[in-house]
């Protein structure tokens, strides 16, 4: 059903001809990203300009500026990346407040999650026109109609410099004119669909998931519409985002529990004890909103159900994910649009991890906690992420716009990679989320 309806679809809304590459190699001097928090750049829960140096800027990364769009942009332009895509800089310490680490063992009054102090004042280069439009939380609904409104970010993406009020795809539209692109040199970058699912997990309510009609309607306009400027353009699959470390098993729990020096775990029957207490099962899993409801309680009381996932509302959530990466591998076969499987790619991570090799030294990334391929969020990238990130979309855009020939260049494993691995102060080397994973009073 949903086929037939995907194909009725795609006759009443694309109607319009898409660009055709020809025998002449593209040049790409413009990218215009259209997306969510992962595609602006989020990482440690916050939108925030990195800056180099300094004791905090050394434990938590770059932020905007090690984003997998961003890092394209250097690649095609090393010297000069903001001429390839704009960013609209957030002033430290973001918004909200990063997070620069946590402490499992909090004293009275203090809180588990510590955010980097002060308030940002916004815009760092408010007169700057973004490419970047990605909007923090975005649905694919609201990156079709939703304008700037009450949220301080859209309107600093959004609404500055122009002060108009206009939605992602709409602003992308107007760019063309506004900037004077040439089609022909822009790529447009499409990863939207994330807080489609992301949303439900966050507030522990199904009812948050996206109807697969609505879904299908939404992507069909959003492709129907950007496909009339004739530039290039990259769209992907959204991750299982059941496999990110913000979902814990209840053994995760219990070790963290034992870290904290909350409780003692000397045999099974302790373990079983712990989750008849927080009524969980032990195929449960648990959110981690829930670490500070059990760490700072004693004796253990049952968890809020919303703070819990069974396996059969995982299922759901997996069955819904799915659908919508039907939806959008079927409009990219028909449209002929490069895709890039940010899905397989990320389960493929999650089943086996990628090891990498650095000064000698073997290290395996995961996608579990501190596993070097998540910020302190635990739902964003950490630089590292986002480089295996950008390395997937090059390498489809290079196969497919570029017709197999490098027309970005790509970052290989043996030196780029490598040296944003060992410098990532949440990788594996540099080892800084288990350091910011503390039991300090």
């Given at each position: 059903m949903i086929i037939l309806l995907l194909i009725f679809l795609i006759l009443a809304y694309g109607a319009t001809p898409g660009y055709s590459q020809g025998n002449e190699l593209p040049q790409i001097e413009h990218i215009i990203a259209i997306g969510d928090s992962l595609t602006a750049g989020v990482q440690n829960a916050a939108l925030r300009q990195g800056v180099e140096g300094g004791e905090i800027e050394s434990l938590v990364g770059l932020f905007q500026n090690s984003g997998y769009a961003y890092l394209i942009a250097k690649q095609i332009n090393p010297t000069n990346p903001d001429k390839v895509l704009p960013l609209p800089l957030i002033e430290r310490p973001g918004i909200p407040n990063a997070i620069i680490g946590y402490n499992i063992s909090p004293g009275e009054g203090e809180d588990i999650i510590?955010?980097?102090?002060?308030?940002?004042?916004?815009?760092?280069?408010?007169?700057?026109?973004?490419?970047?439009?990605?909007?923090?939380?975005?649905?694919?609904?609201?990156?079709?109609t939703k304008l700037p409104s009450h949220s301080q970010l859209e309107q600093l993406i959004l609404g500055q410099p122009s002060g108009r009020a206009r939605?992602?795809?709409?602003?992308?539209?107007?760019?063309?004119?506004?900037?004077?692109?040439?089609?022909?040199?822009?790529?447009?970058?499409?990863?939207?669909?994330?807080?489609?699912?992301?949303?439900?997990i966050l507030d522990g309510d199904l009812t948050e998931l996206t109807p697969p009609s609505a879904f299908m309607r939404d992507y069909l306009r959003v492709i129907g519409f950007l496909r009339q400027t004739g530039a290039h353009m990259v769209v992907a699959t959204l991750p299982d985002t059941t496999i990110m470390p913000y979902l814990l098993d209840p053994v995760e729990v219990a070790i963290i529990c034992q870290m904290a020096g909350k409780y003692n775990f000397s045999n099974t029957t302790d373990f079983m004890n712990f989750l008849?207490?927080?009524?969980?099962?032990?195929?449960d899993k648990v959110s981690a909103m829930a670490l500070p409801f059990i760490l700072g309680q004693k004796p253990l009381e049952p968890l809020p159900p919303n703070l819990v996932f069974t396996p059969q509302e995982?299922?759901?959530?997996?069955?819904a994910i799915k659908t919508f990466n039907l939806i959008i591998k079927l409009t990219a076969i028909s449209?002929?649009?490069p895709m890039v499987d940010v899905y397989y790619a990320t389960n493929k991570a999650h089943e086996e991890g990628r090891e990498i090799v650095i000064d000698g030294q073997r290290f395996m990334l995961t996608t579990g906690l501190c596993g070097g391929l998540f910020s302190l969020d635990v739902v964003h990238p950490s630089n590292t992420g986002h480089a295996l990130l950008a390395q997937q979309f090059i390498g489809v855009i290079n196969n497919t716009i570029g017709q197999g020939r490098e027309i970005i260049n790509?970052?290989?494993?043996?030196?780029?990679?490598?040296?944003?691995v060992k410098k990532d102060p949440l990788g594996p080397v540099v080892k800084g989320c288990a350091a910011l994973l503390t039991t300090d009073p």
């Open positions: 510590r955010l980097e102090p002060g308030e940002s004042h916004g815009r760092v280069n408010p007169s700057v026109q973004p490419f970047n439009l990605a909007i923090p939380g975005a649905t694919l609904n609201d990156a079709l939605s992602q795809v709409q602003l992308a539209l107007d760019l063309f004119t506004e900037q004077g692109l040439d089609p022909r040199k822009t790529l447009i970058i499409v990863w939207l669909g994330n807080n489609d699912t992301l949303h439900a008849e207490a927080l009524d969980l099962n032990r195929s995982i299922l759901t959530i997996r069955k449209y002929d649009i790509p970052i290989d494993d043996d030196d780029e990679l490598k040296n944003i």
